[in-house]
């Protein structure tokens, strides 16, 4: 029997298979809100291009999708409609919050806007930045992949 | 469908060599010419008319009338705006948009940033023409503090804000293109529009939303080397231009969505208050930059696209061109942009150079001032409007002699402009609403505000 | 707020046989004004302003139409609180394409239950514009074919603009700071 597997057989744990697949084909969710949403296609588009993390296709029903990348302002009105996106998402699921208004509530500390996404949905990964260039949010989507790799985030 | 039986002919047809033997073979003989040449028979015949299956009934009963809302999560709405549409099978009935779903009640937070940080608010109300919004604003305040710019500033400011309405218009172009089904137009779009943001990086330190063009002036000098930036916007975008053209131009696809769709004829337009290349698809000769002409652009030869049907086709042209035409006004202004300040000189409104501080206490106390109360405008009102890539955007501004602005109202076009899609939408197909509302290139920035 | 320029007896507004009323230069508005001798024409750093008591609102409005004005270009209002005698002030802007001008209508609203007609059966892209001044500010538009809230969720109380409704801001505090050990 031999010792050693043979060079073309691949061992791995079934978690770490499940989280590998899971970081190499994340599909977003698209919804982006105001600014920070041109922003997020800019990074879809071809200069910055999502489409080499597999994640050019950013699905129209949340269904589908299993990434939402909150990308603008939450307005009071519109908190109702980012929840029910939300709970219509499959598990796994991940969120992150590009961008200042959606972080914490950006410059606008008023009546209209929800101060920070966190207290509507849970968040995985904030992304600073106002709009956050294409790179900060690539970043912002690499290190969840990251932490998903490593079993840090754990949905 | 005609019920004319002599007219049509059924023809059999089989594949050679697999004829049942117990069917009669057909008579083959001699082909009879129809007699039947009427009006209605020809044009059938040359293709000039269509015959399908749809069939308009026109008796429907209210009942089957059926109410979807499309939005205000949905990729193609151009951000969040919610439809109620009344439909009756394809054909669309009623709508009514229901927005406020991104109010950010920027108005509030305008009186309560002073008068040189408001831009910084303003400029996230638009966000796709963020130049616009603070020119808007920056004229209105200094129409109220009763100062000039310098030449150099209103050059200044005319090219960055043809640099953004070219850049918006990619944009407009590549959602429109996207949202129709020609996927590829948002990829050139964007790719046109990286080169415009890159230069912007350069001048103003942000890729959107920059606050630059402040009451005095701009924040900052071009930075050097500047020229050869514009000039190869200059020389690649009009090529790229060219490309969309060969793709879509006379495209039996999109001229087939596009043309006659989403049509608003000039009275409308006019008595809904809808501007932008919107009102100018309808055939009114209508553009800010020559009517109430402001920050010195009418010293720049440049043409404005008027379009004939008022319909999609129209609009899609008339931002192709106005890209041109900004074009042409980017090349006179940097062949003749004039030497001096960026920013005018009145020391009560504008931060003394940061040198300065070292030498003189007076230059001290001023920046202090400035940047811990803000510099005090006189009471009064005034409205101010400029000509965004979205119709007219105006800044109505009321001081009562404070630092902040009493009120701050800004005349958003995409607000008024979604008022034409009621008319535009009544009575045509469900298909026909994407393309209607990416050709009013509405911004939910500038809608809800 | 300015006042009656050059006029002696500033008491009462409807008398113009003694005082010279002022007039703009501009032939199409002076047509306009000279329909309507309780509206006062002032230039409000080189715009042209037409004060408007609130019951001739309407009527000025179509006059104003029919003389020219063809596209209400914005519906506003400002809340003025206590510094003026009416707390609330209507503006509309006006735009003429063929005689190239700029017109703006103002007048005012009470305290209690500010309310102006619409201007939406002149012009109807004034819609949109009213709903919002409603919403924002609470006044009402007699006439309004639909006059809800707009901006704000249907069910919200207040009205965001009037400078009693705070601006609603959270206090920023840092929460459970991390102490260095």
């Known amino acids: 029997m031999p010792t050693t597997a043979p060079g073309n057989l691949l061992m791995t744990t079934v978690d770490k298979a499940a989280r590998w697949a899971r970081t190499r084909s994340m599909f977003p969710a698209s919804f982006g809100l105001a600014c920070c949403a041109i922003e997020m296609m800019a990074t879809g588009a071809a200069h910055y291009d999502l489409g080499r993390f597999g994640m050019e296709v950013f699905r129209a029903s949340p269904r589908q999708s299993d990434l939402m990348v909150v990308a603008g302002r939450v307005s009071q009105k519109m908190a109702p409609v980012l929840r029910q996106v939300y709970d219509q998402m499959p598990d796994p699921k991940w969120v992150i919050s590009m961008g200042a208004c959606a972080s914490t509530g950006g410059m606008f500390n008023n009546y209209a806007l929800v101060q920070g996404v966190d207290q509507v949905v849970p968040v995985d990964i904030y992304v600073p930045g106002c709009p956050p260039g294409p790179q900060s949010l690539m970043h912002g989507i690499l290190t969840l992949h990251d932490k998903i790799m490593t079993g840090e985030i754990d949905n | 469908?005609?019920?004319?039986?002599?007219?049509?002919?059924?023809?059999?047809?089989?594949?050679?060599?697999?004829?049942?033997?117990?069917?009669?073979?057909?008579?083959?003989?001699?082909?009879?010419?129809?007699?039947?040449?009427?009006?209605?028979?020809?044009?059938?015949?040359?293709?000039?008319?269509?015959?399908?299956?749809?069939?308009?009934?026109?008796?429907?009963?209210?009942?089957?009338?059926?109410?979807?809302?499309?939005?205000?999560?949905?990729?193609?709405?151009?951000?969040?705006?919610?439809?109620?549409?009344?439909?009756?099978?394809?054909?669309?009935?009623?709508?009514?948009?229901?927005?406020?779903?991104?109010?950010?009640?920027?108005?509030?937070?305008?009186?309560?940033?002073?008068?040189?940080?408001?831009?910084?608010?303003?400029?996230?109300?638009?966000?796709?023409?963020?130049?616009?919004?603070?020119?808007?604003?920056?004229?209105?305040?200094?129409?109220?503090?009763?100062?000039?710019?310098?030449?150099?500033?209103?050059?200044?400011?005319?090219?960055?804000?043809?640099?953004?309405?070219?850049?918006?218009?990619?944009?407009?172009?590549?959602?429109?293109?996207?949202?129709?089904?020609?996927?590829?137009?948002?990829?050139?779009?964007?790719?046109?529009?990286?080169?415009?943001?890159?230069?912007?990086?350069?001048?103003?330190?942000?890729?959107?939303?920059?606050?630059?063009?402040?009451?005095?002036?701009?924040?900052?000098?071009?930075?050097?080397?500047?020229?050869?930036?514009?000039?190869?916007?200059?020389?690649?975008?009009?090529?790229?231009?060219?490309?969309?053209?060969?793709?879509?131009?006379?495209?039996?696809?999109?001229?087939?969505?596009?043309?006659?769709?989403?049509?608003?004829?000039?009275?409308?337009?006019?008595?809904?208050?809808?501007?932008?290349?919107?009102?100018?698809?309808?055939?009114?000769?209508?553009?800010?930059?020559?009517?109430?002409?402001?920050?010195?652009?009418?010293?720049?030869?440049?043409?404005?696209?008027?379009?004939?049907?008022?319909?999609?086709?129209?609009?899609?042209?008339?931002?192709?061109?106005?890209?041109?035409?900004?074009?042409?006004?980017?090349?006179?202004?940097?062949?003749?942009?004039?030497?001096?300040?960026?920013?005018?000189?009145?020391?009560?409104v504008t931060p003394p150079p940061r040198a300065r501080i070292d030498e003189s206490m007076e230059a001290l106390i001023h920046h202090f001032k400035l940047f811990t109360e803000g510099y005090k405008v006189p009471p009064g009102e005034t409205y101010v409007a400029v000509e965004s890539p979205r119709g007219e955007l105006g800044c109505y501004l009321v001081s009562d002699g404070g630092a902040k602005p009493y009120r701050m109202h800004t005349r958003a076009p995409s607000f008024s402009n979604l008022q034409a899609l009621p008319i535009t939408m009544a009575d045509s197909l469900m298909a026909d609403t994407v393309a209607t509302i990416a050709s009013l290139d509405p911004v939910m920035g500038d809608v809800d505000r | 707020m300015t006042d009656e320029h050059g006029s002696p007896e500033a008491g009462t507004v409807?008398?113009?046989?003694?005082?010279?009323?002022?007039?703009?230069?501009?032939?199409?508005?002076?047509?306009?004004?000279?329909?309507f001798d309780d509206v006062a024409w002032e230039l409000s750093i080189g715009q042209d302003v037409a004060r408007v008591p609130r019951a001739r609102w309407f009527e000025f409005g179509s006059a104003a139409k029919e003389a020219g004005f063809e596209v209400c270009v914005d519906v506003t209002a400002v809340d003025w609180m206590r510094q003026r005698p009416e707390r609330f002030e209507v503006v509309a802007n006006l735009l003429s394409m063929r005689h190239r001008l700029r017109l703006r209508m103002i007048t005012t609203a009470p305290r209690q239950e500010p309310a102006v007609a619409s201007l939406v059966p002149i012009w109807p892209g004034a819609n949109f514009p009213e709903r919002e001044a409603f919403d924002m500010l609470g006044i009402v538009f007699e006439g309004h074919p639909d006059l809800t809230r707009i901006l704000m969720p249907d069910e919200w109380e207040g009205h965001p603009l009037r400078k009693d409704f705070g601006v609603g801001s959270v206090p920023v505090q840092f929460k459970e700071s991390h102490k260095v050990s």
């Open chain 2, 1 to 348: 469908m005609t019920d004319d039986t002599k007219s049509t002919q059924t023809l059999d047809v089989w594949v050679a060599g697999t004829e049942e033997p117990e069917l009669a073979p057909t008579d083959e003989g001699a082909q009879e010419i129809s007699t039947d040449e009427s009006e209605t028979r020809l044009d059938e015949q040359f293709g000039r008319v269509v015959e399908d299956d749809y069939v308009f009934d026109d008796d429907a009963d209210p009942e089957e009338r059926m109410i979807l809302n499309m939005g205000p999560q949905h990729p193609s709405t151009h951000g969040v705006l919610r439809l109620q549409i009344e439909l009756e099978g394809e054909i669309i009935r009623r709508t009514k948009p229901i927005i406020g779903y991104l109010h950010t009640g920027m108005e509030k937070t305008g009186e309560q940033l002073n008068f040189s940080q408001g831009g910084t608010n303003v400029t996230r109300m638009d966000y796709l023409s963020p130049f616009h919004n603070e020119l808007a604003f920056s004229l209105a305040v200094e129409r109220l503090l009763g100062i000039e710019v310098p030449p150099r500033a209103a050059a200044i400011r005319v090219l960055m804000t043809e640099l953004n309405r070219c850049s918006s218009h990619l944009v407009a172009l590549a959602t429109n293109g996207m949202d129709i089904g020609a996927v590829s137009m948002m990829i050139y779009g964007f790719r046109e529009r990286e080169q415009i943001l890159a230069f912007f990086e350069k001048t103003t330190g942000l890729r959107m939303n920059h606050n630059y063009i402040r009451p005095g002036g701009v924040a900052a000098d071009l930075p050097p080397g500047w020229k050869d930036d514009v000039d190869a916007i200059l020389d690649e975008l009009p090529r790229r231009i060219q490309q969309y053209d060969d793709l879509l131009e006379n495209n039996p696809i999109w001229v087939g969505r596009t043309r006659g769709v989403g049509v608003i004829s000039a009275e409308e337009a006019i008595a809904y208050g809808i501007t932008g290349p919107t009102l100018r698809s309808a055939g009114v000769d209508w553009d800010l930059r020559k009517a109430f002409p402001y920050s010195g652009i009418e010293q720049y030869e440049f043409e404005v696209p008027v379009g004939v049907h008022g319909d999609v086709y129209d609009r899609y042209r008339i931002r192709i061109v106005e890209i041109e035409q900004s074009l042409r006004i980017i090349e006179q202004v940097m062949d003749s942009m004039p030497k001096g300040d960026y920013r005018v000189d009145d020391r009560k």
């Open chain 3, 14 to 35: 409807g008398e113009a046989v003694v005082v010279e009323r002022l007039m703009p230069d501009n032939p199409v508005l002076r047509g306009l004004f000279e329909g």
